[in-house]
């Protein structure tokens, strides 16, 4: 298994691109299920999720091009998915055990066929992760559900139709799935407490392109008018706010200055304002955003995860290792899942000083340096806190378990080493 190494030390100084979503364009491809015309993603992420969605869309009949394109200098893929026919409904354990992201298919696949069958994903490292509200949700719009062996198995008689909806929790994915359900339901729906995350505004964007009726958009409340059939559509998936947030720290706790090109300083409003609060200027320019950290003292500040616009619970672990060499102290509560501090033990065998209280909290006090040590993580932003510990510890630290990184970084050696970074990866 491949392994990452890092020589900490420099500062890192320059220019990197910022790709496509991967958590808008998961949802972005399974709503092409909704048609039977072409639908295509420009600024799509070369990523390892990305490929294992492909697998499980094919065998339910997709049929899917891909294409090299250059988007603003930066080399991206675009990828055309057409699903004249579904062959399937089944989507089967094998590949959705590989991707939780895999229930995407549910919504679509019951508004087009009226019938499901998908495995639970199951949970993993960072929570249960439970799908209730996204099942609950679909039995209200006229859903039969029932597990079986480890899949739901969900059916409906002739039309989903429309019903308000309240969800009890923010649920990204479970809004993500109802919405794609509920463009072709008979009547309308409401649903209150929507999550609005920019990735699902992307994904009601796309959907008012294929033809759906989506009103209140980046609101709580989305308001969807079922339609008869969607068609084909082009959308240019929006720039990954959580790759941006994660080399903003990377700048930030190298002391470093990094302009990011194509990174979106809206969808990063309250990380942006809490990296100013403990020190580092930023400046907004035409194509992004410049974090400078040269010479900054940066103080602990405290910092709670909450639904967005609030600070993103996948920029946690990042944050939290930031903190590890910040001036004075830091605590960190995590609100969205119960156990997202998996990267913390790693950090203390790094040195940093860090105490977890029951599942929710964490307080960091700052230290004068961090150790370079063989580490492993368990989930994807967990691993990129633990490059950034690496990047300012002394000596090599060498990041196991490099798939999770591949998950959801995007050549994350080559655009690290471009701006100076000691960074590469072991084969093995
Ligand atoms: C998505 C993101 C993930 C991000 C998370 C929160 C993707 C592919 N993943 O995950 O990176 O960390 O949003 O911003 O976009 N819950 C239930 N029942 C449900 C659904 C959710 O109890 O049916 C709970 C979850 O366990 C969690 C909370 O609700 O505690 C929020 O989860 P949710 O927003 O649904 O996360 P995901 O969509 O899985």
Do not use: W
């Not at 079986?148 to 019903?163: D, E, F, I, N, Q």
């Amino acid at each position: 298994m491949d392994k990452i190494k890092v020589i900490g030390g420099k500062k890192l100084e320059g220019k990197i691109y910022i790709s496509g979503a991967k958590n808008a364009a998961l949802p972005l491809m399974t709503a092409a299920l909704l048609t039977d015309e072409p639908v295509t993603l420009t600024n799509m992420p070369i990523l390892s999720d990305i490929n294992s969605l492909c697998v499980l869309l094919e065998q339910h009949g997709s049929k899917i091009e891909v294409k090299d394109e250059i988007l603003d200098n930066h080399e991206t893929k675009t990828y055309t998915f057409t699903t004249k026919k579904i062959k399937t409904t089944k989507a089967p354990y094998e590949i959705v055990r590989k991707m939780r992201a895999s229930y995407y298919v549910l919504g679509p696949l019951l508004a087009r066929e009226g019938k499901v069958e998908l495995s639970l994903p199951g949970g993993c490292a960072i929570g249960a992760r439970p799908m209730d509200l996204h099942l609950s949700a679909l039995e209200k719009m006229g859903a039969k559900i029932e597990i079986k062996k480890g899949y739901v198995h969900a059916k409906v008689r002739k039309r989903l139709k429309g019903a308000h909806i309240i969800f009890p929790k923010v649920t990204v994915g479970g809004t993500c799935n109802l919405l794609m359900a509920a463009t072709l339901a008979k009547g309308t729906t409401k649903i209150e407490n929507a999550a609005k995350e920019p990735e699902v505004n992307d994904l009601a964007n796309l959907l008012i392109s294929m033809g759906a009726k989506i009103y209140g958009i980046g609101t709580s409340i989305l308001t969807i008018e079922g339609v008869d059939k969607l068609h084909g559509a082009n959308h240019k998936v929006v720039p990954d706010r959580i790759e941006a947030g994660s080399y903003a720290m990377a700048a930030a706790i190298t002391r470093g200055k990094i302009e990011l090109i194509n990174a979106c300083p809206r969808d990063l409003a309250t990380p942006i304002s809490l990296l100013r609060d403990i020190g580092v200027k930023i400046e907004e320019t035409k194509r992004g955003f410049i974090i400078d950290a040269n010479k900054c003292k940066i103080i602990g500040k405290d910092v709670m995860t909450e639904p967005f616009p609030g600070f993103p619970t996948d920029l946690q672990a990042q944050f939290t290792a930031l903190m590890t060499t910040a001036d004075g102290a830091s605590l960190i509560t995590e609100t969205i899942f119960e156990n997202r501090f998996m990267h913390v033990p790693e950090l203390l065998r790094m040195g940093a000083d860090i105490n977890i209280h029951g599942h929710g909290s964490a307080i960091v006090r700052g230290v004068k340096k961090l150790s370079g040590a063989e580490v492993m993580a368990t989930d994807l932003r967990a691993s990129f806190a633990l490059i950034l510990a690496g990047l300012v510890a002394d000596g090599t630290t060498i990041v196991n378990r490099v798939y999770h990184l591949d998950r959801g970084y995007e050549k994350l050696e080559e655009k690290l080493a471009a701006v100076g970074a000691n960074i590469k990866r072991i084969k093995e």
